[in-house]
């Protein structure tokens, strides 16, 4: 079964501080991957994504490090703020045949839970 | 507003007891998915729609069926509900499942089964 194993489980960081959430996949043939934000309460949204054949995007204070020949794909929020607490899934999408049409299909991660204190 | 819209939020139930989830997005998308959320197993796919009348199964989907006659609906069944399908569920919807596929996920629903 696609896997996309997401670590750790939850992080505590301090306001202003670095915080770093870790994606790894086996299955070559994901071909985007998106980050999902979600407060307590609330559906994910996304947040930001990125292509296999970049390295780097960086939007605002987000940015997602991919490195292709690891397999791995990393989440990392600066000068983090109480408002980022929530929890974070990583995914990867592939593509799926069905009845001879291709569709995506998002594989989520277990989901990190992030709090950033005062 | 753009939204995918739940109901019910909440819902207490006892085992066998069937009962339906609603799902409605005004977003005229296409595709549509039903996942459940875990503690430490992340989000999970229960059954997708690529468009009215298509469905096909997900990663989880022993216990639940689902129907697409509109195709602003996708309503999540559960005909003989179990303590092990208490859960948080989440619907979500997308224009296409393309390259850069955006998900709008509902508010959710926290299903308890007694």
């Known amino acids: 079964q696609q896997q996309v194993k997401q670590s750790p489980q939850s992080l505590i960081v301090q306001k202003g501080g670095i915080s770093i959430i870790n994606c790894a996949y086996e299955?070559?043939?994901?071909?985007?991957f998106p980050w999902y934000q979600q407060f307590p309460g609330k559906g994910p949204a996304l947040l930001i994504a990125i292509r296999p054949d970049v390295s780097e995007k960086k939007e605002g204070r987000f940015t997602i490090s991919f490195n292709k020949s690891a397999k791995q794909f990393s989440l990392h929020i600066m000068d983090s703020q109480p408002g980022d607490s929530a929890t974070y899934f990583c995914a990867a999408r592939s593509n799926i045949l069905v009845g001879g049409t291709s569709y995506g299909k998002l594989t989520f991660g277990q989901g990190t839970i992030l709090t950033v204190h005062p | 507003e753009a939204q995918v819209t739940q109901n019910p939020r909440y819902l207490i139930t006892v085992t066998g007891k069937k009962l339906t989830v609603t799902c409605s997005q005004n977003?005229?998308?296409?595709?549509m998915s039903w996942y459940r959320q875990d503690p430490g197993l992340g989000l999970r796919q229960i059954y997708y729609s690529m468009n009215v009348e298509v469905t096909d199964k997900g990663d989880v989907p022993e216990g639940y069926k689902v129907s697409r006659k509109e195709k602003r609906n996708f309503p999540l069944i559960l005909e003989s509900p179990s303590p092990n399908q208490t859960s948080l569920y989440f619907c979500?919807?997308?224009?296409?499942?393309?390259?850069?596929?955006?998900?709008?996920f509902g508010p959710g629903t926290r299903l308890t089964v007694t």
């Open positions: 977003m005229n998308h296409e595709y």
């Open positions: 979500a919807s997308s224009l296409t499942s393309g390259p850069r596929y955006e998900q709008y």
């Open positions: 299955n070559t043939a994901f071909d985007y």
